[in-house]
Structures are given as structure tokens and as C-alpha cells.
């Protein structure tokens, strides 16, 4: 094989690695969902809406999933002192896979006034695929425990996926677990972090651009090695 070709080989096969890894970075859809609201209070029902963002990112063999409010769903007629109120849910699998998804949040790092929306907290929990394939991941019931009484927050719009995952199935089954994700209090009408693919893919993405670059540089070392060795003769 001449100088020229070979030079040509490397160069194509630094851009073909590139590109197999961009490739290989995981997929995800995300964006955030209206959802309607029935609440079930010891005060009586209630219903609001509040925009929901639900976001996923790779942790060992599963997802670290985080369920976001941008709104407050209820209200309660007395304060709620710093503590005094723990918010928790589930996320509706589809697609792939099925089931429930529980996720759980802090106890309000704050007290919240009476007869003021209540913003819950991020709440989070662990997936790990059982079947590979695209999951949805859909807001589904929210629960609310405050001084000794719960309330039941039910959507009633049938709202859309807020994650489309394309997972792959590892050796064990579905996990379920929860941590606790930022704080809660009275709705301020703050916004949240934009909703976009995991990190894990620009990483990846950022590796393939490097071994490309690194593929490139040698090939233009090499061509220049070769011209200064072809001048000095």
C-alpha cells in the first residue's frame, strides 16, 4: 500500500471510531407535560394543573429518575411548619417495559403558609430495565402526608410520556428505590433546569469528536514527516 493510501486509511478509520461512538450514546426524549390534578383533601376536592418534568440519567446499571414540579397541586387551610409535610408518587412505565415507578422526596424545608399552593419537592427514585427497548416514563399519582391526613392527587387528562428512554436490559430485574431529592415550600413560580437528553450522550459524543481530532493529527504528522524526510534527500 503507497504513503498517500495509507495516510487516507487512518484518517477514515480516526472518523469511522467517531462515529461509532457518537452511535453508541443512549437516546432520550424528554419534555415537560401539563397534568390535570383531582386532589382528594380532608377538606374536600380540589384540582389544579401543574406542568411536569421527569428526567433520567444513567447511574451504573439503571436511571437515576427525578420527577419536577413547576407548579403547586394543593393548598392547605392551616400552616404547614418546617417538616410537616412529605410529598411521594408514581411514574407510569410504558412502552418496553410496565409497571410503577415509586419516587420520594424530602419532608418542606420550610414552612408554608396556609391557603398557599404547595411546590413539591423533586422527587426521585432508581429504574433498572427489565426488557430493552423504548420506556416511557408518565406522571401518575401523587400523594401528600401532613399533619397526621393525606392527600390523593390523581391525573385525570391522561397526559402524555415527559421521558422516552432506550434502555437495555441488564441481568437483574426491575429495582425500585427513592432518595431524597431538593427542597419544598410555597410555590414561588421558579423555573426549573431545561429538560434535555442524558449527560452520558454529550460525553460520549465529546469522546468520539476527541478520537477523531487525534486521528486527523496523525495523519497530518505523518504527511508532513514524510515531506520533510522526501526534502531532505
Same mark, same amino acid.
Given at each position: 500500500?503507497?504513503? &498517500?493510501? &495509507? ?19 443512549? *437516546?432520550?426524549?424528554?419534555? *415537560? ?36 414540579? $413547576? ?18 408518587? !408514581?411514574?407510569?412505565? =410504558? ?39 423504548? *420506556? ?39 429495582? *425500585?428505590?427513592?432518595? $431524597? ?6 410555590? !414561588?413560580?421558579?423555573?426549573?433546569? $431545561?429538560? =434535555? ?8 459524543? !465529546? ?16 504527511? &508532513? ?9
Amino acid at each position: 500500500m503507497s504513503y &498517500r493510501k &495509507r495516510t487516507a486509511a487512518l484518517a477514515s478509520a480516526a472518523a469511522l471510531a467517531g462515529s461509532a461512538v457518537w452511535m453508541a450514546a443512549p *437516546v432520550a426524549r424528554a419534555e *415537560v407535560v401539563d397534568v390535570n390534578y383531582q386532589c382528594k383533601t380532608p377538606i374536600g376536592d380540589k384540582s389544579a394543573v401543574s406542568p411536569i418534568d421527569i428526567k433520567g440519567v444513567k447511574s451504573g446499571s439503571g436511571y437515576r429518575i427525578t420527577m419536577s414540579w $413547576q407548579k403547586g397541586v394543593s393548598s392547605s387551610p392551616v400552616e404547614l411548619g418546617k417538616g410537616a409535610m412529605t410529598p411521594s408518587a !408514581t411514574i407510569a412505565l =410504558g412502552g418496553a417495559d410496565s409497571g410503577t415507578l415509586a419516587v420520594s422526596g424530602p419532608a418542606n424545608d420550610a414552612a408554608i403558609p396556609a391557603n398557599t399552593p404547595i411546590k413539591i419537592s423533586d422527587l426521585s427514585g432508581t429504574y433498572t430495565p427489565k426488557k430493552s427497548g423504548e *420506556v416511557t416514563f408518565t406522571a401518575g399519582v401523587l400523594t401528600i402526608k401532613a399533619l397526621g391526613t393525606t392527600t390523593t392527587c390523581t391525573p385525570t387528562n391522561d397526559p402524555g410520556p415527559s421521558l422516552t428512554l432506550d434502555v437495555s436490559a441488564g441481568s437483574g430485574g426491575g429495582a *425500585v428505590g427513592s432518595a $431524597q431529592g431538593g427542597g419544598s415550600g410555597a410555590d !414561588t413560580g421558579a423555573g426549573l433546569p $431545561q429538560t =434535555g437528553p442524558e449527560d452520558s450522550a454529550v460525553a460520549l459524543g !465529546t469522546l468520539g469528536g476527541t478520537v477523531l481530532l487525534a486521528g486527523v493529527a496523525g495523519a497530518l504528522w505523518l504527511t &508532513r514527516r514524510h515531506q520533510g524526510a522526501r526534502a531532505g534527500r
